[in-house]
C-alpha cells in the first residue's frame, strides 16, 4: 500500500483565500484523522471521522474550518477565509479502528 | 481534565541509553503510545501498551504502570539517527489519543 497520501505538500496563499487540502487513507482504514502541528501547540486533533461520518469535531477551532468524507477513501479539510495564524502542518491519519494511525506526509501551509 | 507530561528536550552520547518518561491523567484510558518524528516528517509508529510491564522491540523498549498513570520510552544503543521528537500519546475512553507536545532528543557524538 502507498501509505496515507495528502495533497498538496505544500501550500502558500495569501490571507482570506480558501485553501482546500486532500487525504486519500489506506485502503481497509475505518478511522480518519485531522491534525494540526505547530511549535507553540504541538499536534492537535481538529476533528475524526467513522466509516466516513464525523464523529468528533471539537478540535475544530471555528467556523472558517470544515472537513468531510464523502466516501471511504477521499477527505478534505477547507479553510475559508484563511489567516496567518492557520499557519501550521496538517497532517491526515488513518487507523484500522481505533488503534495505531498512520500518518500522512503532511501539507505546510503557510497564510501570507 | 486530560494531561500529558513529558520532558521538554533531553541529550544523550551516541552509543549510550535513555530514558524519556511519560505521565498522563485521562479520562478513562484504553492503552498508551509513543510515535517518533524526525524534524519535518510524520510522525510514526514506536510502540502501544495496554498492560502493565515492558514490551521490547529492537532497541527500543517501553514501560507502562497503569496505577502509576506513567509510561517511559527506553532507547539503547543510541545512533545519530534517533536525533528526533518522541511523543506520548493516551488513549482515553472515547478511544481519541490525547498527545503529549513531545521530547526532542538530541544525540551528540
Known amino acids: 500500500d502507498a501509505g496515507v497520501i495528502q495533497s498538496p505538500r505544500h501550500e502558500v496563499t495569501e490571507m482570506g483565500q480558501e485553501v482546500t487540502l486532500r487525504c486519500k487513507p489506506i485502503?481497509?482504514?475505518?478511522?480518519l484523522f485531522w491534525y494540526r502541528q505547530t511549535m507553540m501547540r504541538g499536534l492537535e486533533l481538529l476533528i475524526y471521522f467513522n466509516n466516513n461520518v464525523p464523529i468528533d469535531d471539537s478540535g475544530m477551532p471555528e467556523d472558517r474550518f470544515s472537513a468531510k468524507m464523502p466516501n471511504a477513501s477521499f477527505s478534505t479539510l477547507k479553510i475559508q477565509p484563511s489567516e496567518p495564524r492557520d499557519s501550521a502542518v496538517y497532517f491526515c491519519?488513518?487507523?484500522?479502528?481505533?488503534?495505531?494511525?498512520?500518518f500522512g506526509p503532511g501539507t505546510r501551509l503557510t497564510v501570507l | 481534565g486530560q494531561n500529558i507530561d513529558q520532558p521538554t528536550e533531553m541529550t544523550a552520547t551516541e552509543g549510550a541509553i535513555v530514558q524519556i518518561n511519560c505521565t498522563y491523567q485521562t479520562s478513562g484510558f484504553n492503552g498508551l503510545f509513543w510515535y517518533q518524528q524526525h524534524a519535518a516528517e510524520a510522525p510514526t509508529f514506536l510502540s502501544y501498551?495496554?498492560l502493565d510491564g515492558l514490551e521490547e522491540k529492537g532497541r527500543f523498549s517501553s514501560f507502562l504502570s497503569r496505577s502509576k498513570g506513567y509510561s517511559y520510552l527506553l532507547l539503547k544503543e543510541l545512533q545519530m539517527k534517533d536525533s528526533a521528537s518522541y511523543l506520548c500519546?493516551?488513549?482515553?475512553?472515547?478511544?481519541?489519543?490525547?498527545w503529549g507536545a513531545g521530547t526532542k532528543l538530541i544525540i551528540k557524538p
Open positions: 491519519a488513518s487507523s484500522y479502528r481505533e488503534v495505531e494511525q498512520f
Open positions: 500519546a493516551s488513549l482515553d475512553s472515547n478511544y481519541q489519543l490525547i
Open positions: 485502503s481497509g482504514h475505518d478511522y
Open positions: 501498551n495496554v
